[in-house]
């Protein structure tokens, strides 16, 4: 490892490497590059799946990858320029990076950074190349992230210091998942107290949102998922529908139950045929629907205009509307201050020769949150 004097050297370690979209991820030695300026070089410690970097996985067309950006590690090297972070520093990585001088991110409404927003190329936000090869050919990074590696280079602004204390196998979870379902109830919709709500979806971020809502106060907290084991981990959840156990429509359902319908409703599952079921079932007047999962297909929404004349709200979330580097270290305080669950959100732990394994559990709906652990 160089010293903080010394310019850092290129490295080689293991990465699991996607070769094609949906064939299992290859182990190889990749050569990672030293970070340029405003970047740092940080040793993954543990990375956990999250079901975006299935869906990319499934259907992206740049290849070769390496996924992954749900994430804890340590700083081993800095670039130039870089004076937030010293070696040895704990991070997590963060898939939207926070610039704080571009118009979203002084303007206290929005957390899009206009500098380090979502990178969907697979290269680095600063000079558009990558920071893994092998034998000299290039492998791309998803999300400016790729935590899938024993090492990786990301952008000095899409990393959040955390607490020495802050155990990094447990808090990689607020890099995305659990931070992205707790903003959308506390952010993008603000839950009052008292409040009704359906969530659609029970994955990691939808039991988030359950969470968030439970911890505001809400009094009924209805979850929608045909997957019964899901309701083993509510979180809050007071009402369970599987919409397989019904001949009607889920959403009639829901506004039978509710009294003509939630105060808000959550669409988790990257479904956008969902959207319009979701806003079918918030009621009228301020029913505010909030949209969260990633579509694999048909990204465009359909819904009645009715929807909207009747006072209803559709509105979209990206992680959360949490702003990286301000927001996160708070999160992480209160998971330290048992404010706030994750441990409940695992359940499984894996070495990092496994994650194919880890793939298959999330594919099959058998896990919530899988936290692979990197080599020592």
Same mark, same amino acid.
């Given at each position: 490892?160089?010293?903080?004097?010394?310019?850092?050297?290129?490295?080689?370690?293991?990465?699991?490497?996607?070769?094609?979209?949906?064939?299992?991820?290859?182990?190889?030695?990749?050569?990672?590059?030293?970070?340029?300026?405003?970047?740092?070089?940080?040793?993954?410690?543990?990375?956990?799946?999250?079901?975006?970097?299935?869906?990319?996985?499934?259907?992206?067309?740049?290849?070769?990858?390496?996924?992954?950006?749900?994430?804890?590690?340590?700083?081993? #090297?800095? $670039?130039?320029?870089?004076?937030? =972070?010293?070696? %040895?520093?704990?991070? @997590?990585? +963060?898939?939207? *990076?926070?610039?704080?001088?571009?118009?979203?991110?002084?303007?206290?409404?929005?957390?899009?950074?206009?500098?380090?927003?979502?990178?969907?190329?697979?290269?680095?936000?600063?000079?558009?190349?990558?920071?893994?090869?092998?034998?000299?050919?290039?492998?791309?990074?998803?999300?400016?992230?790729?935590?899938?590696?024993?090492?990786?280079?990301?952008?000095?602004?899409?990393?959040?210091?955390?607490?020495?204390?802050?155990?990094?196998?447990?808090?990689?979870?607020?890099?995305?998942?659990?931070?992205?379902?707790?903003?959308?109830?506390?952010?993008?919709?603000?839950? #009052?107290? $008292?409040?009704?709500?359906?969530? =659609?979806?029970? %994955?990691?971020?939808? @039991?988030? +949102?359950?969470? *968030?809502?439970?911890?505001?106060?809400?009094?009924?907290?209805?979850?929608?998922?045909?997957?019964?084991?899901?309701?083993?981990?509510?979180?809050?959840?007071?009402?369970?529908?599987?919409?397989?156990?019904?001949?009607?429509?889920?959403?009639?359902?829901?506004?039978?139950?509710?009294?003509?319908?939630?105060?808000?409703?959550?669409?988790?599952?990257?479904?956008?045929?969902?959207?319009?079921?979701?806003?079918?079932?918030?009621?009228?007047?301020?029913?505010?629907?909030?949209?969260?999962?990633?579509?694999?297909?048909?990204?465009?929404?359909?819904?009645?205009?009715?929807?909207?004349?009747?006072?209803?709200?559709?509105?979209?979330?990206?992680?959360?509307?949490?702003?990286?580097?301000?927001?996160?270290?708070?999160?992480?305080?209160?998971?330290?201050?048992?404010?706030?669950?994750?441990?409940?959100?695992?359940?499984?732990?894996?070495?990092?020769?496994?994650?194919?394994?880890?793939?298959?559990?999330?594919?099959?709906?058998?896990?919530?949150?899988?936290?692979?652990?990197?080599?020592?």
């Amino acid at each position: 490892m160089s010293s903080s004097v010394d310019k850092p050297n290129c490295i080689t370690c293991k990465a699991m490497v996607a070769w094609e979209a949906g064939k299992d991820l290859v182990m190889e030695e990749v050569e990672v590059s030293p970070p340029q300026p405003h970047e740092i070089r940080i040793k993954v410690v543990c990375t956990s799946l999250c079901r975006t970097d299935i869906t990319a996985w499934e259907s992206q067309a740049i290849f070769p990858r390496i996924f992954g950006h749900e994430a804890s590690g340590i700083v081993e #090297s800095v $670039g130039e320029g870089v004076t937030e =972070f010293v070696e %040895g520093d704990h991070v @997590l990585t +963060v898939f939207i *990076g926070e610039c704080k001088m571009c118009k979203h991110c002084e303007s206290g409404k929005s957390n899009m950074c206009q500098v380090l927003g979502l990178e969907r190329r697979g290269v680095m936000h600063s000079d558009q190349r990558t920071r893994f090869s092998i034998e000299g050919k290039p492998v791309y990074h998803y999300c400016a992230v790729s935590s899938f590696s024993e090492y990786t280079v990301v952008h000095s602004g899409c990393a959040v210091k955390v607490s020495l204390q802050a155990p990094l196998e447990k808090i990689c979870l607020l890099s995305c998942g659990v931070a992205a379902g707790l903003g959308a109830a506390w952010n993008v919709a603000d839950i #009052s107290k $008292g409040s009704t709500l359906v969530v =659609f979806g029970l %994955g990691t971020v939808g @039991l988030a +949102v359950a969470q *968030g809502a439970k911890l505001r106060g809400a009094s009924q907290i209805i979850g929608v998922d045909i997957n019964p084991e899901k309701y083993k981990k509510a979180f809050g959840v007071t009402d369970f529908l599987n919409p397989n156990d019904y001949e009607e429509p889920i959403q009639q359902v829901i506004k039978r139950i509710s009294g003509g319908g939630t105060d808000y409703s959550f669409e988790c599952i990257g479904n956008t045929g969902m959207v319009t079921t979701a806003l079918q079932s918030c009621c009228d007047g301020w029913g505010l629907t909030v949209t969260l999962g990633v579509p694999k297909v048909k990204p465009e929404i359909e819904s009645h205009y009715s929807a909207f004349l009747s006072g209803k709200t559709l509105k979209g979330s990206l992680f959360g509307g949490w702003k990286p580097k301000s927001d996160l270290p708070e999160l992480v305080n209160k998971y330290m201050n048992q404010e706030i669950q994750i441990d409940e959100f695992i359940t499984h732990n894996l070495p990092f020769e496994d994650i194919n394994k880890a793939f298959t559990l999330m594919k099959e709906g058998k896990c919530l949150r899988c936290v692979i652990h990197m080599p020592n």
